[in-house]
């Protein structure tokens, strides 16, 4: 019983918990900024019949095919994978090309199958071919 309260108290587990329900919310968010802001604007700006996407529905043999409330999701959608993008994605790789640009190389690429390789080897783990015999540190500087 222990070690399931030590794997419950982690704080990988703990994070990814507050992370969920933050999306959750934000997504709820979003979807009502669609739903209350955009959508009417978009209504009021081409004369739709109607502020409400969600409405729009056509009908094949009895069949209900509501396409404005996918038009509702794919906006949602495509607002919340925008702010991941520009909030999340871009800094964590700025910050990541930061701390990486001044690491010094430990593979290469292999120039017969070019898999990664340490940059000392002489043979490729993979395809075995052979490498020049220069290693990495008597080569002259670039």
Request: aromatic share 10%.
């Given at each position: 019983?222990?070690?399931?309260?030590?794997?419950?108290?982690?704080?990988?587990?703990?994070?990814?918990?507050?992370?969920?329900?933050?999306?959750a919310?934000?997504?709820g968010?979003?979807?009502a900024?669609?739903?209350?802001?955009?959508?009417?604007?978009?209504?009021?700006?081409?004369?739709?019949?109607?502020?409400?996407?969600?409405?729009?529905?056509f009908?094949?043999?009895?069949?209900?095919?509501?396409?404005?409330?996918?038009i509702?999701?794919?906006?949602?959608f495509?607002?919340?994978?925008?702010?991941?993008y520009?909030?999340?994605?871009?800094?964590?790789t700025?910050?990541?090309?930061?701390?990486?640009?001044?690491?010094?190389?430990?593979?290469?690429?292999?120039?017969?199958?070019?898999?990664?390789?340490?940059?000392?080897?002489?043979r490729?783990a993979?395809?075995?071919?052979?490498?020049?015999?220069?290693?990495?540190a008597?080569?002259?500087?670039?």
């Amino acid at each position: 019983m222990g070690g399931f309260k030590k794997f419950l108290m982690r704080g990988n587990l703990v994070e990814l918990a507050v992370a969920v329900v933050v999306g959750a919310t934000f997504s709820g968010l979003v979807q009502a900024l669609v739903k209350d802001l955009i959508t009417p604007l978009i209504a009021a700006i081409t004369g739709g019949g109607g502020p409400d996407f969600s409405q729009y529905v056509f009908t094949v043999n009895g069949a209900k095919f509501m396409y404005g409330d996918f038009i509702n999701h794919l906006l949602s959608f495509l607002i919340i994978a925008a702010v991941i993008y520009w909030l999340v994605v871009m800094p964590m790789t700025r910050v990541i090309a930061f701390f990486d640009r001044d690491r010094k190389a430990t593979e290469k690429k292999c120039p017969e199958c070019l898999s990664d390789i340490p940059v000392d080897a002489s043979r490729c783990a993979f395809c075995t071919a052979e490498l020049s015999q220069v290693r990495a540190a008597d080569r002259p500087p670039a």
